[in-house]
């Protein structure tokens, strides 16, 4: 059973996907944060299909809850952006705040030369 701040933050992630659409040209980049991991995918969502994707357990990152596993996760996830030629994205942040975890990935895609 769900508590009421998942349910909460699965509202608020309705809202965001309600505004956000990912193209071909710039391709929506989709994050899930749980207890022990992050996963990332970019997503096209004109043809449904998943372009590029990295999460801590994929790296082998044996703690996948910390910042440091976030900034290595969106690096890996800015690299295979780069090879797959993708220079532009959308942020889905999937209903979690912009803090932490979260904004330690995205400055990491960031560095990587992709731009939101």
């Known amino acids: 059973m769900t508590d009421k701040k998942t349910l909460l933050r699965v509202k608020r992630h309705k809202i965001i996907r309600k505004k956000i659409h990912g193209t071909e040209e710039r391709p929506r980049l989709a994050v899930f ?13 004109d043809k449904k299909t ?11 990152i044996s703690n996948g809850s910390n910042i440091a596993a ?20 959308v942020f889905d942040r999937g209903g979690f705040l912009y803090h932490g975890r979260i904004k330690a990935l995205a400055d990491a895609v960031r560095k990587e030369g992709i731009v939101f």
Not at 50 to 60: G, I, N
């Open 70 to 89: 976030s900034i290595k996760v969106g690096s890996d996830i800015g690299k295979k952006c780069k090879t797959k030629k993708i220079k532009t994205i």
């Open 50 to 60: 998943t372009l590029a994707s990295s999460s801590s357990l994929q790296l082998k």
């Open 33 to 45: 944060r749980s207890n022990k991991n992050i996963f990332v995918q970019v997503i096209n969502d």
